[in-house]
Nanobody, 124 residues
Framework: QVQLVESGGGSVQPGGSLTLSCVASGPSLGSSTLGWFRQASDKAREFVAAINWSTGNTHYAYAVKGRFTISKDNSKNLVFLQMNSLKPEESAVYYC?????????????????WGQGTLVTVSS
């Protein structure tokens, strides 16, 4: 099964930037969708961005469009999330996830495999 490991979280001031990475191992990702979700304390897990491993098509939550960029490196099985102009309310644990069937880009229930998460704190 697919294993995902995130890295790159940390603390940043409001308006700052961070880049998260997710490395995938295991079976070929084929035409999977790789997504980023986040979950703040006492809140539901929410979709952030996703990318199709085969086509490179991307999807973004409205709240992050224009500030976040998802990208991939197929040769290294890596997915990145470049986050700019970060806001305090975006402090959360960020998770990388894989949906092998690309059956529901925006819905966390469609994703079968999850990383352990990486904490992002946006605070002055």
């Amino acid at each position: 099964q697919v294993q995902l490991v995130e890295s790159g979280g940390g603390s940043v001031q409001p308006g700052g930037s961070l880049t998260l990475s997710c490395v995938a191992s295991g079976p070929s990702l084929g035409s999977s969708t790789l997504g980023w979700f986040r979950q703040a304390s006492d809140k539901a897990r929410e979709f952030v961005a996703a990318i199709n491993w085969s086509t490179g098509n991307t999807h973004y939550a409205y709240a992050v469009k224009g500030r976040f960029t998802i990208s991939k490196d197929n040769s290294k099985n890596l997915v990145f999330l470049q986050m700019n102009s970060l806001k305090p309310e975006e402090s959360a644990v960020y998770y990388c996830a894989a949906d092998p069937d690309s059956s529901g880009v925006y819905y966390y229930t469609a994703y079968d495999y999850w990383g352990q998460g990486t904490l992002v704190t946006v605070s002055s």
